[in-house]
C-alpha cells in the first residue's frame, strides 16, 4: 500500500514568517493529496488540497505544490499567525476509499 | 448545513466490555470512512462503507471490530471485548462521491479502556 511520510515533525516559527511542511508518498497512482489542520482535541479540517493534473494551488496565505516525479508535495503558509498553531497531516489517497496520512506536523507560532 | 455528527463525544470501558460508536454524516453523504488515531499519531483508515455496504475494510483488525452502515440511522463501529490498546480517538469522516472528493471529519470519540 501506499507510504506518506512527512517532515518535519515539530516546527516553530516567529509570527510573520513562512512554514513549509514537506510529505512523500511511494505509490505513483496517487492522485489526491489534502492537508488537514487539526487543533487540539478537534477534528482535522480540511484547509487545502490538490489533484495530481495541477502542480500548484493557492489560497490566501496557504498553497500547495506537488511534484509528481519526484513523489512529493509540500504545504507552504506565508505571514503565519498564532491561530495557525496546529498540527497539520498530509494525506495521499489512489482511490479515494482511504487517505494515507502522514505522522503530523506540530506547528508552533511564536507571537 | 450540519457536519457530520458522532456520539458519545468520550466513552469509557473497562477491559472486556463492548464499545458502540457513531456516526451521522453530512446531509447528503453516503459514503462514510472510519478512522483511529493514537495518541501523537497520524490517522489510520479502518473502515469504508456506503449504506448497507462494506466497500474496504483491509484496515480493521480481524477480530473483535466490526461496523455497519444500514439504510436506516447512522454508521456505527463496534469493538467487543475492548483492551487497553483500543483507547483512541475514533474519527468517521463522510463524502458525498466515492472517489478522490473530499471527506468531511466528525469531532470525533475519544475511547478509554480502564
Known amino acids: 500500500g501506499e507510504n506518506v511520510e512527512q517532515h518535519p515533525s515539530t516546527l516553530s516559527v516567529q509570527e510573520g514568517d513562512s512554514a513549509v511542511i514537506k510529505c512523500t508518498y511511494s505509490d505513483s497512482a496517487s492522485n489526491y493529496f489534502p492537508w488537514y489542520k487539526q487543533e487540539l482535541g478537534k477534528r482535522p479540517q480540511l484547509i487545502i488540497d490538490i489533484r495530481s493534473n495541477v502542480g500548484e494551488k493557492k489560497d490566501q496565505r496557504i498553497a500547495v505544490t506537488l511534484n509528481k516525479t519526484a513523489k512529493h508535495f509540500s504545504l507552504h503558509i506565508t505571514e503565519t499567525q498564532p491561530e495557525d498553531s496546529a498540527v497539520y497531516f498530509c494525506?495521499?489517497?489512489?482511490?479515494?476509499?482511504?487517505?494515507?496520512f502522514g505522522t503530523g506536523t506540530s506547528l508552533t507560532v511564536i507571537p | 448545513n450540519a457536519g457530520v455528527m458522532q456520539n458519545p463525544r468520550h466513552l469509557v470501558r473497562r477491559r472486556g466490555q463492548e464499545a458502540r460508536l457513531r456516526c451521522s454524516p453530512m446531509k447528503g453523504h453516503s459514503h462514510v470512512y472510519w478512522y483511529r488515531q493514537l495518541p501523537e499519531e497520524g490517522l489510520k483508515f479502518m473502515v469504508y462503507l456506503q449504506k448497507e455496504n462494506i466497500i474496504d475494510e483491509s484496515g480493521m483488525p480481524k477480530e473483535r471490530f466490526s461496523a455497519e452502515f444500514p439504510k436506516e440511522g447512522p454508521s456505527i463501529l463496534r469493538i467487543q471485548q475492548v483492551v487497553r490498546g483500543d483507547s483512541a480517538a475514533y474519527f468517521c469522516?463522510?463524502?458525498?462521491?466515492?472517489?478522490?472528493?473530499?471527506?468531511?471529519f466528525g469531532p470525533g470519540t475519544r475511547l478509554t479502556v480502564l
Open positions: 469522516a463522510s463524502s458525498l462521491r466515492p472517489g478522490t472528493d473530499t471527506q468531511y
Open positions: 494525506a495521499a489517497s489512489i482511490t479515494g476509499n482511504q487517505f494515507y
